[in-house]
């Protein structure tokens, strides 16, 4: 269980990063190298693959070597089991919320039958 939540701090350690999020989206499109990712961010290559070592070690991408091209991927099954555990907090809220609604409709009508009288 440990193991499990330090892979997910991990994991939202890596996304708390704007930049590493939007060189995610970009992968989602498909592989890239790590001058590519860094590009729209006007960084240097150094700067980039700091970035990419940590989403590497969050297990969220994955690299392959090609002479001195270093191609990243997208790897989602980290972002599954962080979807996983905010799915809970969601139904958890919606929950909160739907008792939350309940109460207001039933106060609304009660102050509806009060003002009628």
């Not at 729209?40 to 990419?52: L, N, Q, Y």
């Not at 989602?76 to 909160?96: G, I, T």
């Given at each position: ?7 997910l ?17 970009s ?11 860094a590009a729209?961010?006007?960084?240097s ?34 972002l599954?089991?962080?979807d ?11 929950e ?12 609304d ?6 003002s009628?009288?």
């Amino acid at each position: 269980m440990v193991e499990q939540h330090a892979a997910l701090d991990t994991v939202f350690h890596a996304l708390a990063d704007p930049t590493r999020r939007a060189m995610l989206r970009s992968l989602s499109a498909g592989e890239r190298n790590v001058s590519d990712l860094a590009a729209p961010f006007r960084m240097s290559f150094a700067a980039s693959a700091k970035h990419v070592k940590v989403l590497e070690n969050a297990g969220l991408v994955r690299r392959k070597v090609h002479g001195r091209s270093h191609v990243i991927r997208l790897n989602p099954a980290p972002l599954a089991a962080a979807d996983k555990w905010l799915r809970y907090y969601e139904r958890f809220w919606s929950e909160r919320l739907d008792v939350l609604e309940a109460l207001i409709r039933a106060e609304d009508k009660a102050t509806r039958k009060r003002s009628r009288k």
